[in-house]
């Protein structure tokens, strides 16, 4: 699957006349619960020629492969990339926290250092709690609920625990924050489900289980209330993002 996957990006690195700065594995295989039938998610970051950058016509900044039912491709151009890092987009910490690396090299090392600077803890605060409240009410309830999304209301939950305590991006994998930050009650539940769901299809349902969802609604409540209370992000500038995408144009200019 490696090589397939390299094929795949050097193949849109020639069609669509682009550098591929960056590219790792995203969802449940970086995160350490993948099913036997999980697709793999690779995410990418590119540059274009300068001159690209120059025409005032509206242009994409995505890049997408047609999906296979095995590899889902996308990536993000380097202009929209450096933007959403300004937003501190927590999608984009968590790329370059994956534990499976596709492409790397010299702009990551570059990288990572501002992308550090640049995270704010409120707003990715409100984007984990988001996707827990979201999937929480959307497939936990009922009879029989889908096995794969307790990971997806309790990694963001867990995500949240980790900012609050110590301020800093979380860690992409799930058993790593589970240990960090899950109430020690609840280890032997989860440790169950995780071996579930890396043994079940994507499409498994189990039954509730009810001191999980219990704790999962709790913790909901909580951490909102605690993220309420959180101050203000302080403003992240743009001195060091123009820099970076200058340098991978190679453009070299002072930004006042």
Known sequence: MEQRIQE?????????????????????????????????????????????????????????????????????????????????????????????????????????????????????????????????GEYLKGEQVKLKKYFYVLRPLLACRWILEHGTPPPMAFRTLAQAELPSELHSITESLLKQKIYSPETAYIPPIDALNAWLENETVRIQARIEAQPSDPPVGWEELNALFLSQLGIQAEIE
């Open 8 to 136: 795949a990006l050097t193949g849109i690195e020639r069609r669509e006349n682009v550098r591929i700065l960056y590219a790792a594995e995203s969802g449940s295989r970086a995160w350490g619960f993948a099913s036997p039938d999980s697709d793999y998610d690779v995410r990418f970051v590119y540059v274009r020629p300068a001159p690209y950058y120059l025409k005032l016509e509206a242009r994409r900044d995505v890049l997408e492969l047609p999906m296979d039912g095995v590899l889902d491709v996308n990536g993000w151009d380097l202009d929209k990339t450096l933007r959403l890092l300004h937003a501190s987009n927590p999608t984009l910490f968590e790329w370059f926290s994956s534990p499976v690396v596709y492409r790397g090299g010299e702009f990551t090392e570059r990288f990572r250092p501002v992308m550090e600077r640049c995270f704010c803890s409120r707003k990715s605060l409100w984007h984990y709690l988001s996707m827990a409240k979201s999937n929480c």
